[in-house]
C-alpha cells in the first residue's frame, strides 16, 4: 500500500491505525485537559463560524461565491483544532473505532464525547458573549448583526428531520476532513486538506452541533439590537430544540459513516487476518 501512494502521505490503512492509537490517547486524557481543550475547540469552531458568518453578510458576492467564501474561511475553526490542538465533539465521533476494536471500554468512549461535547457548548457560549459585548455586528450598516441574527432564526425554525439530515451529512463531510489530515505529514498537508470537506458542508448549507452552539446563542444575545423577523421565536428553548436532532445526526453521519464504516474496511480485514495467522 505504501508504495502506491506514494511516500509524502500515510496509505488509508496507516489512517486507520493512527485513528486508532490517536482515540485511546484521547480517551486517556485527564478531566482538566480534557475540558480545557474542549472549551478552546468551542471558541475556535466560534471564530471560523464568526468569520463565515462576516462574509455571507454581504449580499454583493452573489449566492454562489458568497457560500464558497464563507466555507472557505470557516474551515479556520477546524485548522485551528487539528494543528493548534484541542478536543472537537464531531471530530471525536472517530473514538469508535478505538471502541469496536477493543482498544477502550464504552465508559471511556462515552465519558470523552460526554465531556467534550459539554465543554465545547461552554467554549462557544463563551465566544458569543464575548462577541456580542462588541460593536462588530455595526459593521457594513448592521447587515453583520442582522445576518447572525437572521441565520440564527433560520436554523431554530428547521425541522427534527431536516436538522437531523443536515447534521448527519455534515459530520460525514468533518470526520472525512479529519481523517485527510490524518494522512498528512506537514501543516500545509493537514490545511490543504481540511479545506474541502469543511468548505462544502458550509456552502450547501448542512449542520454543525459545536457551530450552532456559538451562531444561535449570538443570535438569541443580538435580537434586540438587531431585529429582523416576529415570524421566528429566537430563544434557548429553540437553540435545543435545534441542538438535539443535530447532534444525533453529527453522531451518525461521524461515527456511524465514516468512523464504522473505515474500521469495518481497513481495521476488522487486520484483526481477523491476524487471529487468523496465530
Request: glycine residues 12%; contains cysteine.
Amino acid at each position: 500500500m505504501p508504495e502506491i501512494f506514494g511516500t509524502d502521505c500515510y496509505s488509508p490503512q496507516q489512517i486507520a491505525e493512527r485513528v486508532e492509537e490517536v482515540g485511546v490517547t484521547k480517551s486517556k486524557l485527564p478531566l482538566l485537559s480534557m475540558v480545557a481543550l474542549g472549551v478552546l475547540a468551542g471558541g475556535f469552531i466560534g471564530l471560523g463560524a464568526m468569520f463565515a458568518s462576516l462574509v455571507l453578510s454581504d449580499s454583493g458576492l452573489g449566492f454562489a461565491a458568497g457560500r464558497v467564501l464563507a466555507g472557505l474561511v470557516f474551515s479556520l475553526g477546524l485548522i485551528l483544532v487539528i494543528v493548534a490542538g484541542a478536543e472537537l465533539f464531531t471530530g471525536n465521533n472517530l473514538l469508535i473505532m478505538a471502541f469496536v476494536g477493543g482498544r477502550i471500554p464504552l465508559g471511556r468512549f462515552i465519558r470523552n464525547l460526554a465531556i467534550v461535547y459539554v465543554a465545547n457548548l461552554i467554549g462557544a457560549i463563551g465566544l458569543a458573549a464575548l462577541v456580542s459585548g462588541t460593536g462588530i455586528g455595526q459593521m457594513a450598516n448592521g447587515s453583520v448583526g442582522r445576518f447572525a441574527v437572521s441565520i440564527a432564526a433560520t436554523k431554530v425554525s428547521l425541522s427534527f428531520t431536516d436538522a437531523f439530515l443536515r447534521g448527519t451529512l455534515c459530520n460525514l463531510l468533518v470526520c472525512l476532513a479529519v481523517w485527510l489530515a490524518m494522512a498528512g505529514r506537514s501543516v500545509a498537508d493537514k490545511v490543504l486538506a481540511i479545506i474541502f470537506p469543511i468548505s462544502a458542508f458550509v456552502a450547501v448549507g448542512f449542520e454543525h452541533s459545536v457551530a450552532n452552539m456559538y451562531i444561535i446563542p449570538l443570535g438569541i444575545f443580538w435580537k434586540s439590537r438587531f431585529p429582523v423577523s416576529d415570524s421566528v421565536v429566537l430563544d434557548w428553548s429553540g437553540f435545543l430544540q435545534n441542538l438535539l436532532p443535530v447532534t444525533l445526526g453529527n453522531l451518525i453521519g461521524g461515527a456511524g459513516m465514516v468512523g464504522l464504516v473505515y474500521y469495518i474496511i481497513y481495521c476488522r480485514y487486520t484483526v481477523t487476518n491476524s487471529a487468523a495467522t496465530l
